[in-house]
């Protein structure tokens, strides 16, 4: 299931970005720079208590202001609420209650959703301002005070969002089917390969950049399997995404990745790799799907008998972060290959779910630290005593050793490549976490 969004919205200068920041910051603190990968702060995965969320900021809410950009931050606000699955509702307590506050409550509770109030500013410890109490006036429920600049009451917060997700909630479709999120910049033929596969036009096929505005589900049943492809919006260079509407597209295109088994990543022929396709795969490949590079449009290309093979290496070389992915030559036009590649999906698919025996892996991490000894320095030696698996989708290892800090990238880099030489894993990523001995997971 993709992960439940919590919006983050009020009137102008109450500190929800600073709020915003402090609560993901812990988490992207941690999180590897991935090349290729897009941060645009306007969301971000926030965890807390061993769940994971997505979090909105949104601009500063003036109902009634004619003002351009004001409107705009309204209506992006608007789209955030209609997303999020529970709202954060941010007031500030040197402020008081305002007209805008009972406004923006008012426009909160006549959403349906869950809303969660927080007062901002609280800057002491101990009991707050005798002002914190008339935020009851607001009807929202028990507020709660948070200093965001110190993060006094942020668990509290937290805990009283997490009340209101259904963390349990069943995905609407069966084990057996395989969801296949299809992304890409705007215009790659995303739409075009879900009509072509349906036998229907399911989604608007258009030559004008940014038709699909919203992820979109197509059941398909054939002879390789049960299927949902998941047709996104196309991700746009953050210098290009100047509409509200279109950052939530955006954000909409990453909870498809989060809700996906498999990426289908689609390139533009005729155009070749752009900055941008890095951006999309980075991100799936930073979620550990499986993941598939189809380049799309290859009827329209003029090839000799070189043509393939050449683009192929420029591609491997494009995509040197995520060489585990393989490549297809499609066109969604006239069906090429399109056989191919749901054989292909059913195959990646398998081997992100791949699971391996504990006893198996020391075997193959015997065999691999007698080929090529473990790193040294100053005389001591990397000692790796044993390596397990941990979690699936993506397989994810643990080697337990007696130094990290002789774990040279290296040397994951030998082991990962060993485990690939021996169990295939192809489309998949890999994560090794090392451990010193005694250390918990």
Sequence with gaps: M????????????????????KLVGQRLSIVEDTPGVTRDRIYAPCEWRNREVMLVDTGGIEPYSDDVILAQMRRQAQLAIRSADVIILVTDVRTGVTATDYEVATMLQKSGKPVVLCVNKCDTLGEP????????????????????????????LLDACFEKIDFDQQDPYEEEYIKVAVIGKPNVGKSSLVNRVAGEERVIVSDIAGTTRDATDTVVENEWGKFVLIDTAGIRRKSKVEEAIEKYSVLRSYMAVDRSDVCVIMIDATEGFTEQDSKVAGYAHESGKACIIAVNKWDAVEKDGKTMQEMQKKLEQDFSFMPYAPILFISAKTGQRLDKLFALICQVNQQNAMRISTGALNELLAYATARVQPPSDKGRRLRIYYMTQVSTRPPTFVCFCNRKDLFHFSYQRYLENQIRETYGLQGTPIRIVVREKGESF
């Design 129 to 156: 301002p005798a002002d914190f109490y008339e935020f009851y006036n607001l009807g929202l429920g028990d507020p709660i005070a948070v200093s965001s600049v110190h993060g006094h009451g942020t668990g509290d």
């Design 2 to 21: 993709a992960r439940p969004i919590i919006a983050v919205v009020g009137r102008p200068n109450v500190g929800k970005s600073t709020l915003f920041n």
